[in-house]
C-alpha cells in the first residue's frame, strides 16, 4: 500500500512530480494498468499537496476506475483514502465521510495494518471538521495507538496533529501542547515538512487563542517556511496559506523566501494523465 509518506519526498516538490510523470509514461509505454494506477495515486497526491486539485482529483478518479475494472478492493481503499484527504484539504469534510467509511470497510480486504490506520485517522479527522468531537476523538486515538504498536511514524505524526488541535478545539490547551510535544521530535526526524508544518500552523493557532501574539508569529513563520518546499507553485499549498492567513490576521510579515526556479530542473515529462480510453474521467467535477 501506498500511504501519504509521499510527503517526505514532497519537501522536493519538483522532483517527486517529476517522478510521479515519468513513472505514469512508463507504465503507459508497458500498458501495465496495475502500475498505472499507483503512478497515478501517487501523482494526485503530489498535484493535491500543491492545491492543484482538478487535475488531482482526475488522477484519482482514474486510478480508481482502473482498480475497480480489474476487481482490486484493496487499491480502491487507498483511492478512497487519498478522495478524503484531497476533500479535507479543501474543507469539504462533508463529502469525505462516507469515502472514509467506505476506505475503513475495505481495509478489510486484505486486512493490512497500515491501510486500517490511515482509515481510522482519516474517519478521525473527517469527524473533526464536521465537530464530531466525540466520533474524532474514538477515531484518533484508535489510529494512534495502533500507528504506534507498529512504529508506523507517519501516521503517528498525522494522528497527534489532529488529536493536538481537537484538543484545542476542547480548550484543553495542557493536552494540545502535550501532543505537539510529542510531534516535534517525530516531525523533525523524517523529516516531514508537510507534517512540521501543519503541526506548526496548530500551535499558532493555539497562542493566537491565548492572545500569545509573539509565539503565534514564530509558529506561523515556521509553518510558513516548512511548507515553501522549492518555493510556489511547488510548496504545500494548504500550510503556506494557513500560515499566510496566521500571519495577516497577526499582523506580521510573511518570511523572504527563495523563489521557485525553473532552470534547476530538468524539463517535466509531458504525459497525459487522462487518456480517451476506457477509463477516461472527462471532467472530474461531474463525477460523483
Not at 502500475?35 to 498535484?47: G, Y
Not at 483514502?81 to 475495505?106: F, I, K, M
Amino acid at each position: 500500500m501506498q500511504s501519504f509518506k509521499n510527503s517526505v519526498a514532497v519537501r522536493q516538490a519538483r522532483e517527486s512530480e517529476t517522478a510521479a510523470y515519468r513513472a505514469l509514461s512508463l507504465a503507459h509505454e508497458l500498458t501495465d494498468r496495475f502500475q498505472e494506477a499507483l503512478s497515478l495515486r501517487s501523482l494526485a497526491f503530489t498535484l493535491g499537496t500543491r492545491g492543484v486539485t482538478v487535475e488531482s482529483e482526475t488522477a484519482i478518479l482514474r486510478s480508481e476506475r482502473i482498480s475497480q475494472a480489474t476487481s482490486d478492493k484493496q487499491a480502491t481503499g487507498n483511492e478512497e483514502a487519498y478522495r478524503v484527504q484531497l476533500a479535507l484539504w479543501s474543507q469539504n469534510p462533508g463529502a469525505a465521510r462516507s469515502l472514509a467509511n467506505n476506505a475503513w470497510h475495505l481495509a478489510h480486504v486484505l486486512n493490512y495494518e497500515r491501510d486500517f490506520i490511515q482509515a481510522a485517522r482519516l474517519q478521525g479527522e473527517v469527524a473533526l471538521g464536521l465537530n464530531d468531537f466525540v466520533s474524532a476523538d474514538e477515531r484518533l486515538l484508535h489510529a494512534l495507538t495502533r500507528a504506534r504498536k507498529v512504529n508506523f511514524v507517519e501516521e503517528e505524526l498525522l494522528a497527534l496533529v489532529a488529536l493536538a488541535d481537537l484538543r484545542r478545539r476542547q480548550r484543553d490547551v495542557k493536552a494540545a501542547r502535550e501532543l505537539l510535544d510529542d510531534a516535534w521530535e517525530l516531525a523533525e526526524r523524517g523529516p516531514y515538512p508537510l507534517f512540521h508544518s501543519d503541526a506548526f500552523n496548530v500551535l499558532a493557532q493555539i497562542e493566537r487563542d491565548r492572545g500569545n501574539t509573539e509565539a503565534a508569529i514564530e509558529a506561523a513563520t515556521k509553518a510558513y517556511r516548512l511548507a515553501w518546499c522549492n518555493g510556489p507553485p511547488f510548496a504545500y499549498h494548504w500550510g503556506l496559506e494557513k500560515a499566510k492567513q496566521h500571519l495577516k490576521e497577526l499582523g506580521a510579515p510573511v518570511p523572504e523566501m527563495p523563489p521557485f526556479d525553473e532552470s534547476k530542473f530538468e524539463p517535466m515529462p509531458e504525459v497525459e494523465i487522462d487518456p480517451d480510453d476506457e477509463f477516461h474521467v472527462g471532467n472530474s467535477s461531474e463525477e460523483g
